[in-house]
């Protein structure tokens, strides 16, 4: 199958993991579209960004994609108590994307632990180091920017209940 659309008065409603088992049989899929417009009132989606890295990795020739997504459920994929996260032996190619993706997932008070052997020295330690000196500061930026749009969300909802004060 190469073209999913489902149009209907009202969009599906599917959570990330049985929208990838649906997918995943169609190899060859390139556009899912799963949108209605306008969006019916009261309306709510079940699905969050962490539908997009998985529907990248099923639906590899995907070019046109068109859902409803919620962003704001997306913070149920950070881990909330994880003290100890082991990568031994991970093999570390890109240890800024690494940092940065950490960064959206792990709490503010984590142990990052990699060896790798004997071999302190190969490169693989390198990246693993460096990961630990970028999440810290990685972390930092992600709270900053989450703290910020906090703020603009409040006075943004402040400004509203002003001009509908006054209409």
């Not at 079940?46 to 890295?53: F, K, N, W």
Request: net charge negative.
């Amino acid at each position: 199958m190469k073209k999913f659309n489902y149009s209907h008065a009202y969009p599906i409603n599917v959570i990330d993991g049985e929208l990838v088992t649906i997918v995943s049989p169609w190899n060859s899929l390139q556009s899912l579209l799963l949108k209605t417009s306008p969006l019916p009132p009261n309306f709510t989606t079940s699905l969050t960004l962490a539908i997009l890295p998985m529907l990248s990795k099923q639906a590899h020739m995907l070019s046109k994609l068109e859902l409803y997504i919620d962003e704001y459920e997306s913070v149920d994929y950070v881990f909330r108590s994880l003290t100890c996260f082991d990568i031994t032996g991970s093999s570390i190619l890109n240890a800024q994307y690494l940092a940065l993706y950490l960064s959206c997932i792990l709490p503010t008070q984590y142990s990052l632990m990699f060896t790798n052997g004997d071999d302190s020295e190969n490169e693989f330690a390198a990246r693993g180091n460096e990961v630990d000196v970028l999440l810290p500061y990685f972390i930092q930026a992600y709270e900053s920017n989450h703290y910020a749009l906090r703020i603009m969300i409040a006075e943004k909802d402040k400004l509203v209940l002003i001009f509908t004060a006054n209409s």
